[in-house]
């Protein structure tokens, strides 16, 4: 890892604020979402670390509401890609039931 990449090593949070979880509909949202940005964007989530733009990888999480879900993400639009995940969290992925 070279040093402008570790310069750019952002982390957060979010939770799923969502009635059913991380299921198909809202992991759908969150991998388009991560797929806007160059950063290298990974979840994490109890033992298990997924890439944010695999929607199969997201589905593996298996996280129920109220999950606490870290990101972390590398490179230059990093900032911009946790705030972006965590604001799509903060609408429940754009998901009404």
């Known amino acids: 890892m070279n ?7 952002v982390k ?3 939770i799923v604020k ?3 979880g991380l299921h198909t509909r809202p992991s759908t949202e969150l991998v388009k979402c991560a797929a806007g940005f160059n950063a290298h964007i990974f979840l994490s989530y109890r033992k298990y670390v997924v890439n944010a733009k695999s929607l199969l990888g997201i589905l593996m999480l298996a996280a129920e509401k109220g999950a606490r879900i870290r990101i972390e ?3 230059e639009d990093a900032e ?3 705030a972006a995940l965590q604001y799509l969290a ?3 992925f754009n998901i009404k039931y």
Not at 3 to 9: A, S
């Open 3 to 9: 040093q402008e990449t570790r310069k750019n090593k």
């Open 12 to 14: 957060g949070i979010f």
């Open 18 to 20: 969502n009635d059913k």
């Open 73 to 75: 993400a590398i490179g």
């Open 80 to 82: 911009e890609a946790i």
């Open 90 to 92: 903060s609408m429940r």
